[in-house]
Each structure stands twice: as C-alpha cells, then as structure tokens.
C-alpha cells in the first residue's frame, strides 16, 4: 500500500503530516510513504488534483485511491484507510 504526500516548500502543516505518516509506516505492515513536492512534482500534482498542501493519499496494492486528507491527516484516520486498502 502505498501513503502519498503532497507537500510545499512553506507549508507549516506538511511537517506534521509527515510525522503521522512516519508513524503509520513503522506501524503497517507493507506501507510506503512517498513525497511530492507539488513545485518539483507539478504536473503530478495537476493530475491528482492537489489543490492544498498538505494532502495525503492512500492507494491501495493495485493503486485504487482509497482515502485522501487535505491537511494533516490523524494517525487513527490513517490507519482505518490502510485497512480500506488491504
């Protein structure tokens, strides 16, 4: 399963959201955290959607979308998607 984050260079927020995520993938078995800078990583941002940063997507094995948070998701809110996507 695979957690994204979409950050930005002054997003105040995006740091939280990436130590919720740290925490879930130390937590979840077969989850990985990838990060999109959205100026680095623009037209992926413009495909997804990202209109805020920052915004946490959770894909499941075959990269279905299962949940997607714009701001700091909860570690509890991230661990129920992971097991949407399982």
């Given amino acids: 399963m695979e957690l994204e984050l979409y ?3 002054f997003c105040g927020a995006c740091a939280h959201a ?3 995520l740290a ?3 130390r937590l979840i078995p077969d989850a990985t955290v990838t990060e999109f800078d959205v100026v680095r ?4 941002a413009v495909a997804e959607d ?3 940063t920052p915004t946490v997507i959770v894909r499941d094995a075959g ?3 299962v949940f997607r948070a714009s701001g ?3 570690l509890a ?3 129920v998607a992971a097991a949407k996507a399982v």
């Fill in 77 to 79: 809110q991230v661990i």
């Fill in 50 to 52: 990202i209109t805020a």
């Fill in 23 to 25: 925490q879930a993938e």
């Fill in 7 to 9: 950050t930005s260079a």
């Fill in 18 to 20: 990436r130590a919720v």
């Fill in 41 to 44: 990583h623009e037209d992926r």
């Fill in 63 to 65: 990269g279905a979308e």
């Fill in 72 to 74: 700091a998701p909860t």
